[in-house]
């Protein structure tokens, strides 16, 4: 499932149909949709809508509604547990270590990143290296990751590298997708 470029369809950079669209078009996969603030039943239909056009499809926060309709679920640090295969949000070794069971991890913010406010300050590159040697499933770095960054990522190992703002507010979000991948 994880693999490169992990892309993020997110509500707060436009119009996230169009988003999971463009990164289909480009191959990427998997592809998380993530509408915070959406009520649960937008993102069904959007969902819905949106599964025969990107393989790998993941919601952002929504594990019933995942299991409901066959997909994965990205939960965040302190959504709690869910039935079957996800993926967690991870930001220290501790939790890394503690993901047994989790299809894959999130680990960051790898750098400062605007995307999203965070208690948690830039994880830095060594930390995600120890982290991918720790964890017992593929980690996918986020934070801060764009085009100028993306070799040193891939140095450490990571299996997958999730980035929003390196691409949606990219001048050329294609070239961007195109760069990372």
């Known amino acids: 499932m994880i693999g490169g470029l992990y892309g993020v369809a997110d509500a707060a950079f436009g119009d996230p149909a169009w988003q999971v669209r463009v990164l289909a078009d480009e191959g990427v996969s998997p592809v998380q949709l993530r509408c915070k603030g959406w009520p649960v039943e937008a993102v069904r239909h959007l969902a819905l ?24 679920a ?28 989790a299809a894959y991890i999130g680990f960051g913010p790898v750098f400062a990143t605007g995307t999203k406010d965070s208690p948690w300050p830039p994880r830095g590159l060594p930390l995600l290296a120890a982290a991918v040697r720790a964890s017992p499933c593929p980690v996918v770095a ?14 450490t190992g990571a299996a997958g590298w999730a980035v929003i703002s390196g691409i949606w507010l990219a001048p050329d979000p294609l070239a961007a997708i195109r760069r990372l991948r």
Do not use: F, K
Request: aromatic fraction near 2%; charge should be negative; avoid cysteine.
């Open 74 to 101: 990205h939960l965040g640090d302190q959504d709690g547990a869910a039935l079957g295969p996800h993926g967690r949000s991870t930001h220290t070794l501790a939790q890394v270590r503690a993901a047994h069971g």
């Open 49 to 72: 809508g949106l599964r025969g056009v990107a393989t790998g499809l993941v919601l952002n926060d929504h594990a019933a509604l995942a299991a409901e309709l066959g997909l994965y």
């Open 142 to 155: 986020i934070g801060g990751i764009t085009g100028d960054n993306i070799d040193e990522v891939r140095a």
